[in-house]
Structure formats: C-alpha cells, structure tokens
C-alpha cells in the first residue's frame, strides 16, 4: 500500500470523529486522477475512490454557498482554504458541509475547490512545477519578489510572506483556465494530508503559497532542463526566433558572429540573444554553480532540431541599454543667483556665460571636424542653451524663472542674457534670510521645468554668492536636491562669486553657498557611488576601463566632500575635476578690467572641465561586446546570458507605456515622453539587480556533416528530488545485496517486482500494473526515457514470468552488470552531491546521461 494512503487511514482513524456510514462521499484516489478538472463532468457513482471520507478546501476568499444548484440565497460566504466535507456531487456543483460546529451546509461550484490533495500532473504523472520569475514586461510591485495572494484578483488580500524569483513551487490551480491563464495557486510540497491538523507541515494551509500573477511564472512540467556542455567545442548562439536559427546554421558551415547580415530570415540582429563570454573566439567552459537553475526545455524535441528553452536568469546588459540611450546632444542651463547682493555681479556673470558657451562652440567644432575626417554617420548632436534665475522665498511666483528656454540660437541666447535683472522682493536688512535665497527651489526647478532634451546631456551650471534659506517655506534639503540631480541624470557645476565680506553676515551667506554645494556633490556622489556597487555586484569588466579606479575616483569625492568645513579659513573650498564641481571665483571691485587677465583663465579652464566631462554610465561605455572577468576563481557567467539592445528597447517602450497611462491617464503620450519614462523605470530595475526571463532556440547538436563527430553543444539534465533518488537506489541495492548483480529466470520475477514497486514509490505489489514494462513505467513516472536499449526493459512483467526461454544467460548477465553500474553512479551521486534547498526539500540536477 502506498505510504501516503496508509497515512490517510491511520491519521483518519485517529482524528475523525465517528460518523454514519456513507454520509459523505468517499474521496477520489489521487493516484488515479491527476487533474481535478477529470472530476468536473464525472457522475458520482463512477469516480474511483478511496476509504477516506471526501474533504474539499475553497481556493480563495469570498465565494458564496447557496441553498441549492439554483438558488440565489447565499448560505455562507467561504475563506481561503476553509475546509468542507462532501455531501453529494451534482454536475459540476458540490454540496458540502463546514468543517466545524456549525455545520453550515450549500451548494458551491466544484471549481471553486481544491478537490484533490495534490498538484496538476501530465499524463506521465510529472508535476507542474512554477518557477517565479521577472517578466520582460511591465511588473507589479516588487521587482525579485512576487506576494501570493488569498484569490486570482489584483485586489485580493496578500497570503503569507513573499516568494523570491527563481524558486519554483508546485502548481494546484489554474485561474480561470490552463489554456490562458491570469493567477496560479502554488504550494511548497507537491502533496498535502486532508486531514492533517493545520499546524502540521503536510497540511493544506501549511503547504499552499496562494495566487501568484501568471506572468510571473515559468511553467515547467519536465523534469528536463540543458546546460552547456563544457566539452563542446564550437560556440553556443541563443535565437529568439527558430525560423532564425535554423537560416543561420543553414548558410552557414563555419562559425560566424550572427548578425542580420549572415542570417537571411534575420531583420534585427538585436533580436539575438548571444551570452558572453562564448562568442567566436571564446567558449566558457567553467561548470554552472551546482544550485543555479538551468535551461528548462518548453519544448521537447529531435535532438539534431532546435531545442525551445526558458531563461529564467537572464540579466540586462546595462551598458548596452545605456548605449542605446547616449547623449547625442549637449543640454546647459545657466542658473543665476538674481537677488539683490549679486546686483554688480550679473555682468560678470553673462561675461562667464558668454565664454563658456564659445569654448563649447569651438571645442565642438573641433570634435566634429575630427569625426567627419573618419567617414562615419554622424549622430546629430545639438548643443543647447537656456537661462533661468532663481531669487528670495517672497518673492514668491517670480522666485524661480526661466528667461529663455534651452535653444541652439545663439542670438537668442544673448538676448536672454541681457534680460537678467536683480529683484528685491521686501527683503529688510537684519533679517536672518537677506542675504541666503532660494537656492535647493532653484536648481530643483531647472531640474524639472526646463525644455531638456531627453536624449541630451544635461549640465547645469549655477552662479551665485550666498547659500540657502527656505524662510520654512518648503522642506528641500541638500540630499533631496542631489536626488533630483541623479534621476534626471543632470551634471552640476556651481561657480561661486567671493568678494571681501562687508558684514558678519553676507560672510556667513558665502559660507553657507559653499557648504550647501558641497553637501549636493556630496549627496550626488554617494548615490553614484552606490551604482558602481551594484555594477561591481554583476562582476562587469569593462575593456580598457579600470573599473576600480572609477569607483575610487567617486568615493574620494564622497570623502572630500563630507567635510563641510570650507576650508575652514575661507568661505569656498573648490571640487573639481568632476562632472560635479564647486568653483571658487575671487574678484573684486575691478573685477571687469581684470577679466581678461585672471578671471578668464580661470573660467577658461572650467568650461574645458565641463565639457569633458562624463557621467558614470559613460565611462563604463563600450564600442563592442562587455567583458568578463576570465579569472578561473571567479563564478562562471554563462549561466546569466546578456539580454541584447532590441530586446531592451520593447522593454523600455513596455515600461514607458504603463508608467505613462497610471501617471498621466488623460494627457496624449509621446514617444519621447514613453522613452524617457521606460528608461527611468528601466534604471529603477537595475538597482535591484534583475534577473529577467526570456525564451530563446539553440541547436543541442552543433548541424553540419562536419561538426557530426563533436561533442554535443549541450548537456541533458534531470532535477530530482533527494527522495526519488532513494526511492531508485532501493531495487538495485536489493539486486545487489541479495544476489551480487546477478540475474537468471529464478529470480528475475522478485528482483523484477522490486524494480517495479521502487519506480512508482509502493510497498505492496498489488498496486503495480503488471501489464506495462519496466521502461513504460519508468517513463511515465520521471517523463525520461530509459537510456539502456536492452530487450527485457521493454516487455511487461506478465511476459516475464510467462516465459524467458528465448534469453540467453548471457543477455541476462549484462542486464545486472548494467543495472549495478547504475547504482554505482545513483550511490555517487546520492552520497555525494551538492543538494539545494527549496521550501524545505532538497533538490539536485543530475546529468541524464548518468541515470538508468
């Protein structure tokens, strides 16, 4: 008798009350149903059942029982796996009874159940396993986390804690069907003991997760998977598309980079997916971590066609995702300090304006001419002005604004200069705020209300002698400016103006520019510096870049600028050689006819500095494929393929869209406006480090007459369940304890039925259908073939123990020689495996070509 029916008698007659006879129905065996969807349209009296009483469990909140098949009175509103013992089944309707004192009974529709104590099986018995993934494609909530919840609705209560990506459950329901679904219910264990109390592990509420969204899940019921095959000798290509794999091994006999231009079928080359680092020139060949999930196979197929694969690990290639979205233009907004202290200072600074915005002109010109001479297409690369001016809180609507929008008119630029005028707004001497403005409400606003250009670089520029002073009239602080700064992705530079101090306190407002500004790069830095971590994290290694150096060039700017001393001494201490920069400009009363002589030097060497700058991203750019790290102590890589640019690109127009109708539900979205949403989206999923699933076409077999004798390019690999491997060991240690692997027709009939009983998981033999062979059953119950090919595993036990005349002792001697080879390696593998764990049961992959 199975183990798990003899656990339903004894917990049955232990726990359940005594009751009449045949009150209830008696439950369908789970051995002989493996969807409950056998049951909906089966007549009660031909179901095959068991000695248990019927117990069925709501599968979500807040459907009603009525009084009858027909009735709209509602007798009782159910819960989340609330138990029920079953009365009388109807068509598809169930009339069940409360598992309480109170005894409420109805009518339910039997859909709304889980009528069988375990999860969805194939015809071949192999269970439907979930596994939780990151979708390309817009998500709800958590980007590595999914929240089961108590129904299939979006507005359901959440059940239990979250369930990380890449750990696969059990699957019991689909919702509203399995052809198309929108939830699935999962649980940790593939079965549960009806009547097992609910502090039990094996019991209903102790082994379902709950609902997860469809589209957060990898269906997988296979127990197959691929690997790469550290032996192969030519490159691995992942297609998205089959017609485009099969027309690039058809045109091609050698080993050629796939590209649009050797791919006939192949319109966009982005649309390969190509891990690094196994290219044309080199193959990784490091064995995968023993824990990471492989390449489950969708599609079984030939293995000389193309195999269909789930990747569920695949991370986005960031640099080439920022690639796609490089500068190809040149933002800069001149911010001006407008208030009354900078009143003499304005035409210094239209004078700084005016040069830097030259020096960029002709630094520009320089770069293209230089371009031009190489013969490529030359991106358009705009190089854009703007003018805005921030001045005191009462000055109140006029306390930011933009004198002219961001423009390639040079003209028109000049002319905005001119128009910055100082303003006093009431201000009253004495007053704590005279000489301190508005400076975090300035930078934000240009930040934000400024005509940037999406795909431009943008750097603001700010000029001004005195720091901030909110007169409590908003809650902006240094780190909220500098969070600003990085979203938007905005290089900063400030220059600010020193002159002798005439009071306390106009020296105080210069210290407080200082401290100001430097607690922005500060903020900025940090949170950059957190990015390169996360980039260090994913273990790229940019060509020609010394990845350490960036992340130390950051953090000693981190370290310099956490002191908010200034110099203690001065009222300025300059940060510079940065795309975040603070410049310390000193003139005097006759700073205009010095200009020329210090001032502009100095001015000069800041716009050389501003111009050259880059921002992280860019540094981290390449022209051609990223990367790795080869250092043979490194984990291997190959298991993480780079999703490639086009791929990236959907995702982003995917991201955009969604984001833009929940934003802005009933404004017209423009594709720069989805673009730009769907890259900030995009980043904020790059900073929890994703891992995406995908689906892709490889060839198992590298094709060609020539490559015919080559190791395959992958390897077949099995999840087993540390149990199952016992539960196979068990025949062939009794084969070899009791007979030392020896077989012949005396005692093939015992050793025989042990093999039969190990395979399908009983104890007693009468549950073994004698009709089928030893490699039907074996088939049916791990969805593998049988490797061995001889004639024995291919006839039923009834033929066997009817006659084996027809079989040579030699035929039978290399049957036992085959079968104690196979417990060597099941023992090696048992004994000495690395196992990994989810929700409590352990789990191995085993090499296909190892087992029986």
């Known amino acids: 008798m199975p183990n798990k029916i003899k656990f339903f008698f004894v917990i049955g007659f232990i726990l359940l009350p005594f009751c009449q006879a045949n009150a209830y129905l008696k439950a369908p065996n789970p051995f002989k149903y493996n969807s409950p969807e056998e049951l909906w349209d089966v007549a009660s009296p031909s179901i095959e059942t068991i000695l248990n009483d019927w117990y069925v469990f709501a599968n979500q909140d807040d459907f009603f029982l009525y009084e009858d098949m027909s009735s709209k009175n509602q007798v009782h509103k159910t819960s989340f796996l609330e138990k029920y013992k079953v009365i009388e089944k109807k068509s598809r309707f169930l009339f069940v009874e409360t598992y309480d004192d109170l005894k409420i009974r109805g009518w339910g529709n039997i859909e709304n159940f889980i009528t069988i104590p375990h999860a969805l099986r194939t015809a071949n018995t192999i269970t439907y396993k979930a596994l939780l993934v990151n979708r390309l494609k817009p998500i709800e909530g958590n980007v590595n986390t999914v929240i089961p919840l108590r129904s299939p609705s979006p507005k359901a209560k959440s059940y239990g804690p979250e369930i990380k990506i890449l750990e696969f459950a059990n699957i019991y329901s689909f919702y509203p069907d399995q052809k198309d679904p929108e939830y699935l219910l999962i649980g940790k264990l593939d079965v549960f003991f009806p009547l097992a109390p609910d502090r039990y592990s094996h019991s209903v509420k102790r082994v379902l997760l709950g609902w997860v969204p469809a589209e957060r899940v990898l269906i997988w019921n296979t127990r197959e998977a691929l690997q790469p095959n550290p032996k192969r000798k030519h490159p691995i290509y992942y297609f998205k598309k089959k017609d485009d794999l099969v027309s690039y091994y058809n045109n091609n006999q050698t080993d050629v980079f796939p590209s649009n231009k050797v791919i006939p079928s192949c319109e966009d080359s982005n649309n390969i997916l190509v891990i690094s680092p196994d290219n044309e020139n080199t193959i990784d060949k490091k064995k995968w971590p023993f824990d990471a999930f492989r390449y489950a196979v969708i599609d079984k197929s030939n293995i000389n066609e193309p195999f269909h694969i789930g990747i569920s690990n695949a991370i986005p290639a960031v640099i080439q995702v920022i690639e796609g979205s490089m500068p190809t233009g040149r933002d800069v907004v001149f911010l001006v300090d407008a208030t009354k202290s900078m009143e003499k200072y304005i035409p210094l600074a239209i004078k700084i304006a005016k040069k830097i915005m030259n020096d960029f002109r002709e630094k520009q010109k320089i770069q293209r001419e230089g371009i031009e001479k190489l013969d490529v297409d030359l991106p358009q690369n705009d190089l854009r002005f703007g003018i805005a001016v921030y001045r005191d809180y009462k000055c109140q609507s006029d306390v930011f604004e933009i004198i002219g929008e961001l423009t390639c008119d040079q003209d028109n630029v000049n002319s905005y200069l001119k128009n910055i005028k100082t303003t006093i707004c009431h201000e009253t001497e004495g007053d704590p705020a005279y000489y301190p403005e508005a400076l975090f409400r300035g930078i934000k606003d240009a930040a934000i209300a400024m005509n940037w250009n999406s795909k431009a670089m943008k750097q603001i520029i700010l000029i001004g002698d005195a720091g901030n002073d909110s007169r409590n009239m908003d809650h902006l602080t240094s780190k909220k400016i500098a969070n600003v700064l990085v979203q938007k ?19 105080s407002a210069q210290r407080s520019f200082c ?21 260090d994290k994913q273990e790229l290694m940019v060509q020609e870049t010394d990845y350490k150096l960036i992340k130390k060039e950051i953090q000693s700017i981190v370290d310099k600028t956490s002191s908010n001393t200034c110099c203690i001494h001065k009222v300025c201490c300059p940060v510079s050689k940065s795309r975040w920069s603070l410049e310390c400009l000193n003139v005097d009363d006759s700073y205009q006819d010095q200009f020329n002589r210090q001032v502009e030097f100095q001015i000069q060497n800041l716009a050389q500095q501003l111009y050259e700058t880059k921002d992280l991203l860019e540094k981290i750019r390449i022209k051609d494929k990223i990367i790795f790290k080869t250092d043979p102590n490194t984990p291997n890589y190959s298991f993480r393929p780079q999703l490639m640019l086009g791929i990236l690109s959907e995702l982003i127009h995917k991201l955009g869209a969604n ?124 969805g593998i073939s049988l490797r061995s090919k001889h004639p024995l595993l291919s006839i039923s036990y009834k033929e066997i123990c009817q006659n084996l005349t027809n079989y040579e002792s030699e035929t039978l001697d290399q049957l036992g020689v085959y079968l104690c080879e196979c417990q060597d390696k099941l023992k090696n593998i048992y004994h000495n495996s690395k196992y990994f764990s989810m929700f409590g049961q352990k789990y191995l992959w085993v090499e296909a070509s190892i087992l029986p």
Request: aromatic residues 12%; negative net charge.
């Open 489 to 507: 992705n905005i290089s900063f530079s400030a220059i600010q103006i020193i002159n002798v101090p005439f009071n306390d306190d106009y020296e």
């Open 515 to 535: 401290k100001d500004i430097r607690l922005i790069i500060n903020g900025i830095a940090s949170e950059e510096l957190i990015k390169a971590v996360n980039f």
């Open 659 to 782: 984001v833009a109708k929940e934003k802005f539900p009933n404004k017209d979205h423009s594709q720069e406006m989805i673009i730009k949403l769907g890259i900030n989206e995009l980043n904020e999923y790059l900073n929890e480090a994703p891992e995406f699933f995908t689906d892709a076409y490889v060839m198992y077999r590298r094709p060609g007459k020539t490559y015919k004798n080559d190791p395959d390019q992958f390897e077949k690999m099995v999840l087993f369940q540390k149990k199952e491997i016992e539960k196979l060991l068990f025949p062939l240690s009794f084969l070899e304890d009791n007979y030392q692997c020896q077989i012949h027709p005396e005692n093939i009939k015992t050793i025989w039925i042990e093999f039969l009983k190990g395979i399908i998981g009983v104890t007693d033999s009468k549950y073994v259908d004698k009709s089928k062979s030893m490699k039907e059953l074996y088939e049916k119950q791990y």
